[in-house]
Antibody, heavy 118, light 110 residues
Framework: ELQLVESGGGLVQPGESVRLSCAAS????????MHWVRQAPGKGLVWVSR????????TYADSVKGRFTISRDNAKNMLYLQMNDLRAEDSAVYYCARLIRGSSLDIWGQGTMVTVSS | QSALTQPASVSGSPGQSITISCTGTSSDVGGYDFVSWYQQHPGKVPKLIIY???NRPSGISSRFSGSKTGNTASLTISGLQAEDEADYYC??????????FGGGTKLTVL
């Protein structure tokens, strides 16, 4: 069964960068579209980005376009989110999740918290 | 892009049925049969309970059902149980090749 484990979160200052990682276990990762979703403390879910199974196609929310980059290494079963020029409003728990079809994310990691503060 | 519109809260007594609405536009909810619903208990990871408007993943109770009319999707929970108390989120695929979530609805079981 596919399991996802995020890492890389922490406290960063405004304007700094951080890279989140998501380790996948299971045999279907290489065929799966993967997404990042975030949730600020006490707030709702917000979609961030997605990447095609082979890494050839990516899409971003307007709020992170030009600052965040999603990528993957299928040989290592790893998903990444490079986050640059971080702002206070980027503070959230970041989840990686697997897409099964349409907008349906059936497997989620436990999340990693990113706090942007001076 | 603004979030899909959900009521902030709904409530019901054990055994009753409740419905949560999720309103979007023709560019998302109304344009695709790709509406999903998630249940999130406090401090927990979101759990997929409905996909493609009406389908339940394996292991999800038949008390949960979904539907859609025009630009509005709905989640109905029948035979409310205490364990159903949680936050519920809808999501939809969009014409911009993105995914959009609703603002979330807090369900209280009285």
């Amino acid at each position: 069964e596919l399991q996802l484990v995020e890492s890389g979160g922490g406290l960063v200052q405004p304007g700094e960068s951080v890279r989140l990682s998501c380790a996948a276990s299971g045999i279907t990762f290489v065929r799966d579209w993967m997404h990042w979703v975030r949730q600020a403390p006490g707030k709702g879910l917000v979609w961030v980005s997605r990447i095609k199974s082979d890494g050839s196609d990516t899409t971003y929310a307007d709020s992170v376009k030009g600052r965040f980059t999603i990528s993957r290494d299928n040989a290592k079963n790893m998903l990444y989110l490079q986050m640059n020029d971080l702002r206070a409003e980027d503070s959230a728990v970041y989840y990686c999740a697997r897409l099964i079809r349409g907008s349906s994310l059936d497997i989620w990691g436990q999340g990693t918290m990113v706090t942007v503060s001076s | 892009q603004s979030a899909l519109t959900q009521p902030a809260s709904v409530s019901g007594s054990p055994g009753q049925s409740i419905t949560i609405s999720c309103t979007g536009t023709s560019s998302d909810v109304g344009g695709y049969d790709f509406v999903s619903w998630y249940q999130q208990h406090p401090g927990k990871v979101p759990k997929l309970i409905i996909y493609d408007v009406t389908n339940r993943p394996s292991g999800i109770s038949s008390r949960f059902s979904g539907s859609k009319t025009g630009n509005t999707a709905s989640l109905t929970i029948s035979g409310l149980q205490a364990e159903d108390e949680a936050d519920y989120y809808c999501s939809s695929y969009t014409s911009r090749l993105t995914v959009i979530f609703g603002g979330g609805t807090k369900l209280t079981v009285l």
